[in-house]
């Protein structure tokens, strides 16, 4: 192995650990906020029973409305059948949704998988963080995520749709370049090299106004 491709893989593993240490970040995040939540329940119970006592039904409804409204944000949000999946994909919608962007989700997992977490964390992590940075240039108003996973027969398909300001993207050597300058694009490494790895399928179509990835994984 040349000292360029030796310096390449140094790169990439580094990059994919600091993403692997920030969804892991901001799975614990999502589950502190669900654990302040379950700790707060008994003083819940507590004040609607202070309301049903004085016969206030109106402040009853008032307050299950905002209780409703708060567990909203720390729900686990879309539930695969893969506990681990949901965290991920949680998280993800819960930070995409902390920077006004609307997510349409649908996943479906009902088997155990053989692709490893690990793998999965970057490949999901990476489609996210790169949907969720395009819609950042986009109005509120525009903006959009759409996930769609289930499986396909024995493969695992993922379906990644965003809306983006960008016009139509060029293909060079077959690829789509980043834009993002030196020292990035190693999540669209990481997530071909995974593919490759798994034997698997990768498409990515760029149509004025929105992105898509598709990925088949073998299980």
């Not at 920030?22 to 004040?47: C, F, L, P, S």
């Not at 009853?60 to 059948?81: A, Q």
């Not at 980043?178 to 990515?204: C, M, P, Q």
Request: proline share 2%; charged share 25%; net charge neutral.
């Amino acid at each position: 192995m040349s000292f360029f491709s030796k310096q390449v893989d140094k790169r990439i593993s580094a990059y994919q650990q600091e993403l692997i240490a920030t969804h892991y970040a901001e799975v614990e995040n999502m589950y502190q906020k669900m654990r302040g939540w379950r700790h707060d329940y008994r003083n819940h119970i507590q004040a609607m029973k202070a309301f049903a006592a004085v016969g206030d039904l109106a402040a009853i409804c008032e307050y299950l409305e905002k209780l409703d409204c708060d567990l909203s944000t720390v729900d686990t949000v879309i539930k695969t059948g893969n506990k681990m999946m949901d965290a991920i994909i949680g998280s993800k919608i819960s930070l995409a949704h902390a920077h006004n962007i609307p997510v349409r989700a649908d996943a479906d997992i009902p088997v155990s998988l053989t692709t490893s977490e690990i793998d999965l964390c970057v490949i999901i992590g990476n489609l996210f963080d790169n949907a969720i940075e395009a819609s950042l240039a986009l109005p509120e108003e525009k903006r959009m995520i759409r996930m769609y996973m289930d499986m396909k027969n024995t493969q695992l398909y993922m379906s990644f749709t965003n809306f983006t300001a960008k016009k139509k993207q060029v293909k060079s050597g077959g690829i789509f370049k980043t834009t993002k300058g030196e020292g990035h694009g190693f999540g669209l490494v990481r997530i071909d090299d995974i593919v490759a790895r798994y034997g698997g399928y990768l498409s990515r179509n760029s149509e004025d106004g929105a992105f898509t990835t598709e990925i088949l994984l073998p299980q």
